[in-house]
């Protein structure tokens, strides 16, 4: 409260040779996936004409000057021929974006004494002015909304296309305007407007979404996405092209469990901060499928300002990189911490931002350069090109795949015959699995995040740790790859529903694990 | 431990020789590939020289004869090497059988193995370099059993096939390679880990001087030693015009016996041994076939049958006996589950029936299930 109170609207500064006003306006400006609060203070005094923007404005924010200028005459107000001077504080803050406009607007035309509005300081405003003075959508109206709650703001205004998402954040009052002109009413509290419907979570896809039914036959496939979709394994797919890889890969978001509504809340935070909230949420867990030419900023976020990449965009959903060899190193290798951390750290000069990334991976890849498998007499690859594709394969990021699966063309029957298990079934026994997992490790955790200890404390019955210590001793397995199969066992042995790993999930378990040598 | 092996100087300016002429006879033999620079190399030094490079003949020879003894021995010290030749002692007698033997060998690793390597206990496996995942199965596991068996298994270090054989030696003895650069030298340079465990734990030889670089024309000449060394040479897979025919060719003009693994009569990768095959040679299915022609039938068991399996593996197995090569064609071929399949190719591959590749390709091994061998 004392905050609020430094915070007057207007001041008048009575010097004996100059008379200047000061106002204060409160907004936001984007950074990463999260909201920085900015101050905004306009000062007015006598002096040559004059619009200076001060405190590491980018581009976008400096251009205001020309978009204030013109709204603000197209609506009726005076743009005053005075020396005017916006500061944006905390200085040191770079800001970025036009949404910063309507809080400049609005304080110039309190500090011009054009507005009288007590309340300004204690009003979140942002949004993106046209000339004739409307307002234009901004990116992360979610974790602006959510971070004027956490800076003690009683209300936000923001574009009424925000006000949706803006209404998730729950415990500020949030008024949607469409223009200018609305803050001479709003200002004089003539105009009481509503609060907007927050827009619905929608913690599952929507009817007529991809389904695994689409898959048919390939029997293998779909056990190994089940077990990844149970124990949230990294799962990689090798065949030729055309065999059915991305097609599976699509439909594993249907056979996970739907979102939490606090996920779903991460997933629209993030959706937002990117704009790419249309008029509803996206539907359940995101897919992401990005390009095999990606950079590593794309992948895992960067840039100047860093923005999010694909890795934070698949947050709570599924990552999927097809073509895993043709991706560049580099941008595998970054890929590699965020997949076991779940967040990605960006430094930059100046800040360091942490994104979350908590996301299921799925990679495929062909056998050889030219898709066909080195087993097929037709592949025309050289031994070396073949070696030199599949050593892509053991880099350190596949290090941190758990299940290969070898995907075959479908055969004419099959393709032809009857649709598989539809999603619905599969993701039923996919999250009584998951339940049985987060009784065992605590809420939210699955399978695949096991730490060593609770890996080896999995309790398996003597068969099975026969079956696990012949393997260990036959084919000189690393203690990484001893964790990881016993990781899958025990997924698999919570979708059968057994109490402890058994020799027949021990099995399943050493032919779906990625083996570590080539 | 014996004296470390010494060549007379002449024969390892011979050598020295060779490695200076690379480029020339490489524009001589290039006009008849291969096949044609073992006949050149049955030519004396200055007939050679003659052929090879008549204009810089004088300039060369010279520059050969002014190498003393102490030079070349220490260049060869300093490589980690020595060398042998037919003036000294441990010069493979079976070289001898040859016209175009080669005159210095120089080594690298375990010599006292140049000492047991008679043709009655060597096999030569060739093959090539793109080779299938059967191929490649067939060449670790006749290197594997070969070896256990006591026999030397000597093969060229190239990719595929070679690689394999090697491997599969490795696994429970010794390999000899024979290499187209110089012993010092790995060559492919992928290769080099291997090189290394070859020259570990068993032996490297060229003739080429060390430093030397390999030439197109330097391969076939190599396989010419291969050929000789050994009373056999097996022809794993190889394309109907493919350089390891060159070295069956060589090995069955010198007399010794020639072998070959059937494949498919549709594969590309096995015309070779199929025509082979059809030419007369000698039919291997695994290391048995082998020891059978090498030392007569029924000298040399190997026990190659697997532990009982329960009618579930008995299926799988036939599975991928009838060509489900992954997991999914294996459960397709059965309409089992994927978990049921997973789990029955786990168990066959723990017992050693099946082999899985990086990649989740699945390959039948050599071993016999009890229940076939009744049927």
Known sequence: ?518 | MASVPRACPDCLRRSRLLAHLGPYVERVASGAPGSRSPELLRLCNEDLLAVAAPKVAGQLLARVEALDEAELGEELAAAGCWACCPHGALYPAALGDAADAPWALIGRGDHRLLAELEPAVGVTVVGARRATSYGREIARELGRDLARAGVIVVSGLAFGIDACAHRGALEVGTTVAVLGCGPDTAYPAAHRSLWRQVCEKGLILSELPPGAPPWRWTFPARNRIMAALTGMTVVVEAAARSGSLITADLAADLGRDLGAVPGPVTSRASAGPNNLLAGGACVVRDAQDVLDALLGAGARRLDRTGPALDLALLDALAAVEAGAVTADGVATALTLSGGEAAAALARLELLGYVTCSPLGVYTRTSMASLEQGDV
Request: with cysteine; glycine share 10%.
């Open chain 1, 1 to 518: 409260m004392q905050r609020n109170d430094l915070l007057r609207p207007t001041r008048e500064i009575h010097l004996h040779s100059v008379v200047a006003v000061l106002a204060i306006a409160r907004t936001f400006t984007l950074d990463g996936i999260a909201a920085r609060p900015v101050r905004v203070e306009v000062d007015v005094h006598r002096g040559l004409p004059g619009f200076a923007i001060v405190g590491l404005p980018d581009a976008a924010v400096r251009e205001a000057r020309e978009r204030v200028r013109a709204a603000l005459v197209n609506c009726g107000f005076e743009f005053p021929l005075q020396r005017i001077v916006v500061n944006l504080a905390p200085a040191s803050l770079r800001k970025a974006g036009p949404g910063l406009d309507l809080a400049i607007a609005a304080a110039l035309l309190s500090a011009s004494g054009q507005l009288e509005w007590e309340a300004l300081p204690r009003v979140a405003m942002v949004g993106e002015l046209a000339l004739d003075g409307s307002t234009r959508a901004v990116h992360g109206a979610l974790a602006i909304a959510e971070a004027a709650r956490e800076d003690g703001a009683e209300a936000i205004a923001l574009p009424a296309e925000n006000g949706a998402e803006a209404a998730l954040a729950e415990d500020i009052d949030v008024i949607p305007i469409d223009g200018l002109g609305r803050l001479r009413s709003l200002a004089a509290g003539e105009w009481e407007p509503r609060r907007p419907e927050a827009l619905p979570l929608l913690l599952d896809a929507a009817a007529g979404a991809p389904d695994l039914a689409d898959l048919r036959g390939q029997p293998h496939l779909r056990h190994a996405l089940e077990v990844a979709a149970a124990g949230g394994h990294s799962v990689l797919m090798v065949g030729p092209p055309g065999a059915g890889k991305s097609l599976a890969a699509s439909r594993v978001p249907s056979i996970l469990p739907p979102l939490a509504s606090a996920e779903a809340l991460e997933v629209a935070r993030v959706a937002s901060a990117c704009g790419r909230l249309g008029p509803s949420l996206p539907g359940g867990r995101p897919f992401r499928a990005p390009h095999h030419t990606i950079s590593a900023s794309g992948l895992v976020g960067g840039g100047s300002p860093p923005g999010p990449g694909e890795a934070t965009l698949a947050h709570r959903g599924v990552l999927f990189l097809d073509e895993l060899c043709e991706f560049r190193r580099d941008a595998l290798e970054a890929l590699r911490g965020p997949l076991e951390g779940g967040e990605v750290a960006i430094a930059r000069a100046g800040a360091r931002r942490v994104l979350p990334c908590r996301f299921m991976l799925v990679a495929a890849a062909n056998p050889c350069p030219c898709g066909r498998g080195e087993a097929d007499p037709d592949c025309t690859c050289a031994p070396v090109e073949v070696q030199r594709y599949q050593g892509r394969l053991s880099g350190a990021l596949a290090d941190r795949i758990d299940i290969l699966t070898a995907v075959r063309q479908p055969s004419p029957a099959e393709i032809g015959g009857a649709p598989g298990e539809p999603s619905a079934d599969v993701r039923a026994r996919v999250i009584a699995a998951r339940e049985r997992q987060a009784q065992r490790l605590g809420p939210g955790r699955c399978n695949a995040e096991m730490t060593p200890a609770e890996a080896r404390a999995c309790s398996l019955n003597t068969a099975a740790a026969a079956l696990l210590a012949d393997l260990y001793a036959r084919q000189r397995l690393s203690g990484r790859a001893h964790d990881r199969t016993l990781r899958l066992a025990q997924t698999i042995a919570d979708l059968a529903g057994a109490e402890s790993i058994g020799e027949e999930e021990m099995a399943q378990a050493l032919q779906l694990r990625r083996r570590d040598r080539g």
